[in-house]
């Protein structure tokens, strides 16, 4: 709600992610850290930010970009030009893992065989997999993504929906209000661990999210008034409901404590 100049809304946005950065304790000295690169505006911005974080607070990151080249025509190979361009503005070396090398097949010919429906299921496991793998092959300790606010609360709301969807039209008796009970359980600790600030599964690198306060409408602003090169386009497969969920987030966001509410 702060009306502020640009140099300040630059300084304040940095200075917020350096401090949720302290406060999260999401990194030590001679980390080496992979940030997923997607070309897009969060992603740049992070590995802007960060780059400039690193130098400014001395925080001794070995930072690099790695990105995921899912296969998708027309979306990922615009997206990937513009994180070789990043590569050489920000000097940060860059890896490119692709689905067709580790797995044989690319998000084309999986949404080939079959259609609109799962795509995204699929290519999420595949990309945190990919992810993972490429991490290690850059030596990295771990990873930061560039999910923000508006992810998080995304990633609540759409697994709130499936409580919904899962539970709606019974008449509980008490076994069922049991088993019931034991869902929620399970969907209340998997929403903690989407909202945390730093997840890994034993086995796994750490996965840090700097962004996890930041509105997505700050990030543009960022994006937009340092004349960062992103890519801005859509994923062509992208599903309707998250869409939706989109929408009810920014209608949500017009309360500005509303989606922190959701991300805390
Ligand atoms: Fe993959 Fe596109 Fe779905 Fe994102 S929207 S998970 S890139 S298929």
Redesign the pocket.
């Known amino acids: 709600g702060d009306a502020l100049c640009k140099d300040c809304f630059f300084w304040a946005f940095e200075e917020e992610i350096h401090q949720v950065i302290t406060d999260g304790h999401l990194f030590s000295a001679g980390d080496s850290v992979a940030i997923g690169a997607s070309g897009g505006k969060d992603s740049t911005v992070l590995a802007y930010t960060l780059k400039l974080l690193n130098e400014r607070y001395n925080y001794g990151l070995q930072l690099f970009l790695l990105s995921v080249d899912?296969g998708?025509t027309g979306?990922?190979d615009d997206s990937l030009e513009t994180v070789k361009r990043n590569q050489h503005q920000y000097e940060l070396p860059l890896t490119i893992v692709s689905y067709e090398d580790l797995y044989g097949w690319s998000?084309d010919s999986i949404?080939k065989q079959v259609g609109l429906k799962n795509?995204?299921?699929?290519?999420?496991v595949?990309?945190r997999q990919a992810l993972d793998r490429g991490a290690i092959k850059v030596g990295a300790t771990k990873i930061v993504t560039g999910h923000n606010a508006d992810d998080v609360a995304e990633t609540v709301i759409m697994n709130g929906e499936l409580l919904l969807l899962q539970t709606s039209g019974y008449s509980f008796c008490l076994p069922h209000i049991w088993i019931f009970c034991l869902f929620l359980q399970h969907i209340i600790a998997r929403l903690r661990r989407c909202t945390a600030i730093t997840t890994g599964a034993e086995g796994y690198l750490p996965r840090c999210k700097p962004f996890k306060y930041t509105y997505e409408k700050e990030i543009v602003m960022y994006a937009y008034f340092k004349k960062l090169d992103y890519f801005s386009t859509?994923?062509?497969?992208?599903?309707n409901a998250?869409r939706l969920c989109q929408t009810y987030i920014k209608d949500l966001e017009k309360h500005p404590t509303r989606s922190h509410g959701v991300v805390r």
């Open positions: 899912e998708i979306y990922r998000m949404v795509n995204c299921t699929f290519c999420g595949f990309r859509e994923c062509i497969y992208s599903p998250y």
